[in-house]
């Protein structure tokens, strides 16, 4: 019974010891236990106020000075892509192939689409080629031609 009865005396001054010790922090500050009541605030989304410009789609036919841009037109109405694309060999040389070949030379591109010249980048596939001009670039204007030749020498 005596022991019992010691035991928490010693206990007690052993803590004593300890926060003498200058653990000053041991004493512990109640925090208040008020408890928050925690307010949903609300965030109010400023919707962004998204200027949506109405994308012009309209070409404006009339203005349109810049022959490749006539060029790439027709060389998609009159399906040229069916067999040229920019930058790969698909049944036909790319657009590029053919540029470099032709090295900005206008006129004789044009004469190329008129009937007029000799194939110079594929001569041995000519025989996919030549309808298209005898179908297509045979009936185009010179102005068409000329379109047509600044698009595919633009690439
Ligand atoms: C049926 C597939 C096919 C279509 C459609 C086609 N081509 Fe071709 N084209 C070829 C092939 C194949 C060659 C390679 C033979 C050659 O060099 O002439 C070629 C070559 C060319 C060349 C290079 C000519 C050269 O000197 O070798 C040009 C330029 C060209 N095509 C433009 C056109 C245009 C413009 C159109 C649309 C009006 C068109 N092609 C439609 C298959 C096609």
Redesign the pocket.
Known sequence: MKRLFLLPITLISFSFIFSACGNSSNNETTTEGTSETVNETEQTVNEEETTTTEEKTTENEENTTDLADKGEKL?TD???T???QLDKKT???SLQD?SK??NNDNNK?IS??KGE???????E??A??A??IET??KKMTDEELEA?SAY?LSK
């Open positions: 060389f009159k399906a040229c069916a067999c040229h049944v036909g040389p053919i070949a032709y591109l190329f689409f010249g000799k194939a110079i980048v594929s001569p596939e000519e996919l080629m309808p298209q297509i670039t047509l595919i």
